[in-house]
C-alpha cells in the first residue's frame, strides 16, 4: 500500500509568482485535504476535495485554489504568492466523508522571498 | 468558534519518567478527537481517534483518554525515540460532509537518556 506522496520537497519562489503543489492520496483514498503548517503552529485547514468537487473551505482567499483528478489526486495553487505564504503545505487523504482519519504525506516546504 | 489548547507547550523527561499530555477543546459538537505525532520536517503521522467521552486507545507506551472537555495522552516509561511534537486535532458536527480538523499548536516532547 502506498503513502501519501507530495512534490516537491522543498520550493523557493519570489512575492507576486505563482505556485502548483502536488499530492498523491493513499492507494484507495477518494477524499484529498489540505492545511497550510506555519512554523511552531498547528496545521490549518485550506479546504478539500471529495470526488473532485470542493468540500468545505477554511479562512484562506480565492487566491489559494485547488483540484482534484479522477485518480483522486490532488494539486493546490496558490497565485500572487506573499511572503506569509511561507509555510509547510500539508496533503492528507482519507477514506469517504464523516469522522476518517486522515493521512498525511511528508509536506511541500515554501518558502517565499 | 472551535478552540483546541494543548499544554504545556514543550515538556522535557527523563528516560522512564511518565507524564500526560492535555488537550482541551470547545466545540459546539464533537464527531471525533484525533492525536498525531510529528517528527521535524515531516508530516503528522495517525496515532488515535476518539469518538466520545469515557473513550481510551493504547498503542504501545501510548494512551489516549476524552473526556467531554478535554483529552489525555498518557506517555507511560518514554523512551528517546518518542521526542517528537504531539498534535491534538477535532473534528466538529456543524462542519457538515467536510471532515475539516482544527488543530492545537502542539506540546514539543523531549525525552532524554
Known amino acids: 500500500e502506498t503513502g501519501v506522496t507530495q512534490s516537491p520537497t522543498h520550493l523557493i519562489k519570489t512575492r507576486g509568482q505563482q505556485v502548483t503543489l502536488r499530492c498523491s492520496s493513499q492507494?484507495?483514498?477518494?477524499?484529498v485535504s489540505w492545511y497550510q503548517q506555519a512554523l511552531g503552529q498547528g496545521p490549518q485547514f485550506i479546504f478539500q476535495y471529495y470526488r473532485e468537487e470542493e468540500n468545505g473551505r477554511g479562512n484562506f482567499p480565492p487566491r489559494f485554489s485547488g483540484l482534484q483528478f479522477p485518480n483522486y489526486s490532488s494539486e493546490l495553487n496558490v497565485n500572487a504568492l506573499e511572503l506569509d505564504d511561507s509555510a509547510l503545505y500539508l496533503c492528507?487523504?482519507?477514506?469517504?466523508?464523516?469522522?476518517?482519519?486522515?493521512?498525511f504525506g511528508p509536506g511541500t516546504r515554501l518558502t517565499v522571498t | 468558534e472551535d478552540q483546541v489548547t494543548q499544554s504545556p507547550e514543550a515538556l522535557r523527561l527523563q528516560e522512564g519518567e511518565s507524564s500526560s499530555l492535555n488537550c482541551s477543546y470547545t466545540v459546539s459538537g464533537l464527531r471525533g478527537l484525533f492525536w498525531y505525532r510529528q517528527d521535524p520536517g515531516k508530516g503528522p503521522e495517525f496515532l488515535f481517534t476518539?469518538?466520545?467521552a469515557g473513550e481510551e486507545k493504547e498503542k504501545e507506551r501510548l494512551k489516549a483518554t476524552l473526556t467531554k472537555k478535554e483529552s489525555f495522552l498518557h506517555i507511560t516509561a518514554p523512551k528517546p525515540e518518542d521526542s517528537a511534537t504531539y498534535l491534538c486535532?477535532?473534528?466538529?458536527?456543524?462542519?457538515?460532509?467536510?471532515?475539516?480538523?482544527?488543530f492545537g499548536t502542539g506540546t514539543r516532547l523531549q525525552v532524554t537518556l
Open positions: 476518539l469518538y466520545s
Open positions: 492528507a487523504s482519507s477514506l469517504g466523508q464523516g469522522v476518517r482519519e486522515q493521512y
Open positions: 492507494s484507495g483514498h477518494n477524499t
Open positions: 486535532a477535532v473534528q466538529e458536527k456543524s462542519a457538515g460532509t467536510a471532515s475539516k480538523l482544527t
